[in-house]
């Protein structure tokens, strides 16, 4: 019988070198699924905003939309780590952080939050940490930010923003960040920066080098709109059905099958 997850099981893994998975929900039913599969943490991602409710960016959703989602997730799930996301503008100053954190562990029942930023959130997650939130920190390609960075684009590959992201994720392990997600970032630099940390590392488009790897659920059952992303695979295109797809993403993560050279930047 599996046991809870908590960050020191995460941590443990990392330390033996065991590999995690890692999936987004946004509601019970999915969240049931995902924690009957084995998917040892469960994010609720801002994501929702564009999966769930159809808008252009994550930049529309609020700290109710997540307070709700999460309460959904939470509902549904017996033994994974709930991770929720902080959402645009919820953390501008460490007073509205702490606030807006408490109301997503308290009222949704998050385990941790994941806020999105480099050294610009140093502080705040210091005061998160001293106040006993556990924090993920998220590096890389910044959703929240797309429209200061002009679109989705892979992050790190020029020397100097390689240099600065290492330090940014020094300082922020430093400041009390449990875990660390980086998303599009060249493969080589994920596994420096891997290496580099003690804290457990999520990838999403950051090659196999990472401890552990996320993907967004709609994306991984082929239900994205458009053309998916190139770190994306459609589990449920070689499963026979949706509890099968996410089974074979757990085992596919863990024996570091995915993600294959074709799903990662260079
Ligand atoms: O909101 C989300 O789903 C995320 C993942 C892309 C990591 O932050």
């Given at each position: 019988m599996s046991s809870k997850v908590t960050l020191s099981t995460l941590q443990k893994m990392k330390q033996s070198g065991e590999r995690f998975s890692c999936l987004?929900?946004?509601d019970a039913t999915?969240?049931?699924?995902?924690?009957?599969?084995?998917?040892?943490?469960?994010?609720?991602?801002?994501?929702?905003?564009?999966?769930?409710?159809?808008?252009?960016?994550?930049?529309?959703?609020?700290?109710?939309?997540?307070?709700?989602?999460?309460?959904?997730?939470?509902?549904?799930?017996?033994?994974?780590?709930?991770?929720?996301?902080?959402p645009?503008?919820?953390?501008?100053?460490?007073?509205?952080a702490l606030y807006n954190a408490a109301r997503l562990m308290r009222e949704g029942g998050a385990h941790?939050?994941?806020?999105?930023?480099?050294?610009?959130?140093?502080?705040?997650?210091?005061?998160?940490?001293?106040?006993?939130?556990?924090?993920?920190a998220h590096l890389g390609l910044l959703p929240q930010s797309v429209h200061k960075l002009g679109g989705y684009k892979v992050q790190g590959r020029e020397a100097s923003q390689a240099k600065q992201m290492l330090l940014d994720a020094e300082e922020l392990v430093k400041a009390g960040a449990d875990i660390l997600l980086l998303e599009c970032v060249p493969s080589d630099l994920a596994l420096r920066l891997t290496q580099n940390v003690d804290v457990p590392v999520i990838g999403i488009g950051a090659g196999s080098g990472c401890d552990a790897q996320v993907l967004v659920l709609h994306d991984m059952?082929?239900?994205?709109?458009?053309?998916?992303?190139?770190?994306?695979?459609d589990f449920l295109a070689e499963s026979g059905s949706i509890s099968a797809a996410i089974e074979k993403y757990v085992a596919a993560v863990k024996s570091g099958e995915f993600p294959a050279k074709e799903h990662t930047f260079e």
């Open positions: 987004t929900a946004y999915f969240a049931t699924t995902l924690d009957r599969a084995g998917v040892e943490v469960i994010l609720v991602g801002d994501s929702l905003g564009m999966v769930v409710q159809g808008q252009e960016s994550t930049v529309a959703v609020d700290m109710d939309d997540m307070v709700y989602h999460t309460r959904c997730v939470k509902r549904g799930v017996t033994n994974a780590l709930i991770m929720a996301d902080m645009f503008m919820s953390y501008p100053n460490v007073d509205e941790m939050v994941k806020l999105e930023g480099g050294a610009r959130i140093v502080d705040t997650v210091r005061v998160l940490s001293e106040n006993g939130v556990p924090v993920c059952l082929g239900l994205g709109s458009g053309v998916s992303p190139k770190f994306v695979k």
